[in-house]
């Protein structure tokens, strides 16, 4: 049972994080960052957004699956389907080695910190949500 909420919940996890991505690239005033030579990418919202409600999304799962007297696959496939699908570590560490690449360090420290900090607040208000 466990495996099959986490495929469902994943499959659903990677359409919500197409949608922000799909979201954020049409209402994106500015895709580029204009630079010598040749365009720099914007920042990464997309990334942030769905990696913090990631974090909210596994520390509620826990708390509402034994609020709600759900088994432990549940929670697994809160945590591992949805969540797993929707967070992407490896688009955000990609994003920091390329605003690192283009000598955009202050935005590369900037995109470690705010993941990390608001992450862990995202994970810590989700635990805390639900007695």
Same mark, same amino acid.
């Given at each position: 049972?466990?495996?099959?909420?986490?495929?469902?919940?994943?499959?659903?996890?990677?359409?919500?994080?197409?949608?922000?991505? %799909?979201?954020?690239?049409?209402?994106?005033?500015?895709? +580029?960052?204009?630079?010598?030579?040749?365009?720099?990418?914007?920042?990464?919202?997309?990334?942030?957004?769905?990696?913090?409600?990631?974090?909210?999304i596994i520390g509620?799962?826990?708390?509402?699956?034994?609020?709600?007297?759900?088994?432990?696959?549940?929670?697994?496939?809160?945590? +591992?389907?949805?969540?797993?699908?929707?967070?992407?570590?490896? %688009?955000? +560490?990609?994003?920091?080695?390329?605003?690192?690449?283009?000598?955009?360090?202050?935005?590369?420290?900037?995109?470690?910190?705010?993941?990390?900090?608001?992450?862990?607040?995202?994970?810590?208000?989700?635990?805390?949500?639900?007695?």
């Open positions: 049972m466990a495996a099959v909420l986490v495929g469902v919940f994943g499959v659903a996890g990677a359409l919500l994080r197409f949608a922000a991505d %799909s979201w954020f690239a049409h209402h994106s005033t500015r895709r +580029t960052v204009p630079g010598p030579g040749k365009d720099k990418l914007h920042w990464p919202w997309a990334t942030l957004v769905v990696n913090v409600a990631g974090c909210f509620i799962s826990y708390g509402l699956t034994q609020r709600l007297a759900l088994g432990p696959e549940w929670a697994t496939g809160l945590a +591992t389907g949805l969540a797993g699908g929707l967070t992407t570590f490896s %688009s955000w +560490t990609t994003a920091t080695v390329r605003l690192v690449s283009e000598a955009r360090f202050g935005s590369a420290a900037l995109n470690i910190a705010v993941n990390l900090v608001l992450g862990l607040g995202a994970a810590a208000a989700g635990i805390a949500f639900l007695p």
